[in-house]
Structure formats: C-alpha cells, structure tokens
C-alpha cells in the first residue's frame, strides 16, 4: 500500500480560496501537521512517498486534487483553478508506476476532491472547480468497468468531499447543510454534529479512520460505531480549504 503526499509549498499562505477567509498560516506548523499527518498513514501500514513543492505551486499538498486511484486505473485530473495545472505532471509521473493513466481532457475541469468512489459507485461533485464536462468524461471511462457514475451539486463549500466521505463499507458521513443527502439514498448516512459543519471530511483506511482533531464531537459519533478514530491536528492545512482526504493519494 502506498500513500503518495507532496511537500508543503513555502508560498502555503497564497492558496487559493473559496469560501473561508485569509488567515495568516504558520508555515513551520503547517509542515509539522503535515509530518504527523504522513506519520499516521506509516502507522497504517502505508509506505509514504512524498513529492517535491515549489514556490510556484502553493496548494500542490493537497496532491488528491491531481488525481483519482481506482483499480483499474488512474484518472488523472484538470485542476478547475489554472494555478494549480502546474502540479499535475509530477502526481501523473509517480501514479504511472502504478496505474495506466487517463486523462481528463479539456474543456473539462475537475479536482479530486470532488470525486467520491464506494465500490462500483462513484458521485462526482459539480462545484466551481468541476464541471459537467470532466463528469461525463469519467462516465465514459468507468462505465465500462461496471461503475455507476452520478453527478451531485455542490454548494456552501469547496468539494464534494468537504460535504460526504466513505467512513465504512455502505456509510457515509454527511452534512447535510452543504449536500443533498438523498443523492445518497442506498448508503447509511452518518450527520455530522451540527456545532461541527467542517467534519464531514474522513480519510477511511482499511482499519481506522482519520479524522481531524478539531472535530471532537462527530468523532464520537464515529467511535460510537466501533471505528478506530485516529484524531490529527490539520488546523494549519484548513486554513487553505485544506482537509484529511486532499492531503494524499492511496494506492491499494
């Protein structure tokens, strides 16, 4: 099992944003953050390889962005904020060790972050950096291989996958608030707590979850499940829209 990861860029601070704020970033803690972050997917039994950054491309960690990993092959994406086009080559370079790659071609855009896979089912987010071109571009892919590919609006936050992660076989976590959950009809779905509405972001690996630390409440509801809830600090991260799924690329 590998887990892919980029290098924090020194230019973090000018990521692009959507929906938050500017804030200040403490670069050094962001890189601490992020070490534990590949800490806990070593101790998940995933051997970590972790890519070059560069002033040039400020949100180049959040290399999930770049890329979908499935069985068969790997979708290699066309980044919906141009800035971050840069990125992709290196991501599809190291993914070609692994995967027959194939490309989402333009006009289509699409993030990573906003493709969600649950076995044979895949729900790509139509946001401001995906659009329905890249969708049916994926739809023609995978619709061969037996996946089923549905298309989900996407308001109030950046990704799909900021609105509704895979936490177990058939359940998800939602908020509500940010995604129409009835999309999600044939899966159990898990509500966030309502004081948390930024948790519904977890990166499910084959034995625990990892889930940010900022989110006590929704991780008890996880831990109420019998899910082994690995908590990690990714404040720093969030800052720039960033999350525990974005920050890697997992290649079973």
Known sequence: ????????????????????????????????????????LADAGYRVE???SGPGMPDCV???????????MAIVTRPGAESRRGEV??????????????PVEPPGTMDGGDVLVSGKQVFVGLSSRTDRHAAGQVR????????????????GCLHLKSAVTVIDEDVLLVNAEWIDAT???EFELVAVDPREPGAANALRLRDRVIFPSAFP??????????LRVVPVDVSELAKAEGAVTCCSLLVG
């Open 1 to 40: 099992m590998v887990a892919l990861t980029r290098e924090v860029s020194p230019a973090l601070g000018a990521c692009q944003l959507t929906h938050l704020a500017r804030l200040p970033i403490d670069l050094d803690l962001a890189r601490a953050q992020h070490a534990a972050y590949e800490a806990a």
């Open 50 to 52: 972790r890519l070059s």
């Open 62 to 72: 959040f290399v999930e962005d770049n890329g979908v990993v499935l069985e068969e």
């Open 89 to 102: 080559e290196a991501v599809a370079a190291a993914l070609s060790k692994y995967r027959e790659l194939r």
């Open 140 to 155: 023609h892919l995978l619709e061969p291989h037996g996946y089923t590919v549905s298309e989900v609006d996407v308001a």
């Open 183 to 185: 999309e999600f009809g």
């Open 217 to 226: 409440r929704t991780a008890e509801r996880l831990a109420a499940r019998g």
